[in-house]
């Protein structure tokens, strides 16, 4: 049974940071490409940041370069996004995927939200 299980959510203020891990199971992890999503509430659902399968290399949106990392452990099954200087605008439910050619899961789902 694929399962990805997003943690590390919650809440913060600006400025604040957060990491969130996304612990896969049910699938070769070190397969996959690997990203994080988000939505914020009336809009779609935007990538943030991807990793490939190794993590040789990564690719963000704008909006989160220099403030965001993503990486993984495929020893460990996890993939992580480390958020640093969070605003306001970085509010959203965050979610972790796997890809690979016409395979996508999708974790459930994390709660961030960035007020003071």
């Known amino acids: 049974q694929v399962q990805l299980v997003e943690s590390g959510g919650g809440s913060v203020q600006p400025g604040g940071s957060l990491r969130l891990s996304c612990a896969a199971s049910g699938f070769t992890f070190s397969s996959y490409v690997m990203s994080w999503y988000r939505q914020a509430p009336g809009k779609e659902r935007e990538l943030v940041a991807g990793i490939t399968s190794a993590g040789g290399s990564r690719n963000y949106a704008d909006s989160v370069k220099g403030r965001f990392t993503i990486y993984r452990d495929n020893a460990k099954n996890t993939l992580y996004l480390q958020m640093n200087s969070l605003k306001p605008e970085d509010t959203a439910v965050y979610y972790c995927?796997?890809?690979?050619?016409?395979?996508?899961?999708w974790g459930q789902g994390n709660q961030v939200n960035v007020s003071s």
């Open positions: 995927n796997a890809r690979r050619v016409r395979v996508d899961y």
